[in-house]
């Protein structure tokens, strides 16, 4: 046997060590990174109440809506209860952190812009650790080193279960359209969540009129893989609000809810909606 085919021998018996799924060894639930919601189930073990999970560690989801319905705030939302756990402005989400840290990258806009979306958080809980939060501006940078430079950082910070925000996943392409450049990054994100167990929530851009997430195949492998699709819209009754519903999810459904961005510009949960104007 050559050098090249022992080197390959070696790494197929490390592949097979690694993805060898035992069916007599019971696998425990992935931990929720945040949830909505609960689910009562019955077991062998008798009822059980499960969290309802917008994302678990170890997974990928997606955030996807048209332009001007307040992704950005929805994110902030999410990020500042995840920071505590729980808050005034989240209503029935909790955050499932841990000691774990947040880390959001945006790629999309610039440094004012950017830090006045982290800054949120803070005017949101005043006693956040800030040695758990991260926050980086890409947007001047290209989109292979964007890639590289996650990657170096999840792998230099993260050592216990964390949550990943990318404020614009289309970014870290040349284009969304091309094949080969989005399985890539898709296969990337799948490989980050699973070696570092952190769950990474992906901003993506949706079309008008549309519930598919409108950006190319990008968006298209995206969904595939995605645990939990989150699809934001303008709710027709309330023009300030902003309804949020379950797109697809691999476990237990949330329920819709929505939000609005309250008169000093924080997003807070409204409550259950109504709306006559859907089925």
Wanted: include cysteine; charge should be neutral; glycine fraction near 8%.
């Amino acid at each position: 046997m050559t050098e090249r085919e022992t080197e390959h021998e070696l790494l197929m018996q490390c592949i097979e060590e690694d993805c060898y799924i035992n069916t007599r060894t019971k696998i425990e639930y992935p931990p929720v990174a945040l949830s909505y919601g609960v689910k009562i189930i019955n077991t062998k073990e008798g009822v059980k109440e499960l969290p309802i999970p917008l994302g678990t560690y170890g997974n990928l989801s997606v955030v996807t809506a048209p332009p001007k319905t307040k992704k950005t705030f929805f994110i902030s939302l999410l990020a500042s209860v995840y920071m505590g756990g729980s808050n005034i402005y989240g209503g029935d989400i909790l955050g499932h952190r841990g000691d774990g840290h947040l880390i959001h990258f945006d790629t999309e806009q610039g440094k004012w812009h950017c830090q006045k979306v982290f800054r949120r958080l803070h005017d949101m809980d005043s006693q956040l650790d800030n040695k758990k939060y991260h926050t980086f501006g890409l947007r001047a940078i290209g989109y292979k080193r964007r890639i590289q430079f996650i990657e170096y950082f999840l792998a230099k910070n993260i050592d216990k279960p964390s949550l990943v925000i990318i404020d614009g996943i289309a970014d870290l392409v040349s284009d969304v359209n091309n094949l080969e450049e989005s399985n890539a990054v898709v296969q990337k994100l799948m490989e980050w969540s699973a070696n570092f167990n952190c769950h990474i929530i992906n901003v993506i851009h949706q079309n008008f009129g549309s519930t598919k997430l409108g950006t190319g195949h990008l968006g298209s492998f995206l969904e595939k893989k995605a645990e939990t699709v989150i699809q934001l819209e303008a709710n027709t009754v309330n023009k300030n609000w902003v309804t949020v519903l379950c797109g697809r999810s691999r476990g237990y459904s949330f329920e819709t809810f929505s939000f609005q961005v309250n008169d000093i510009g924080l997003p807070v949960i409204v409550g259950d909606i109504y709306d006559p104007l859907k089925p």
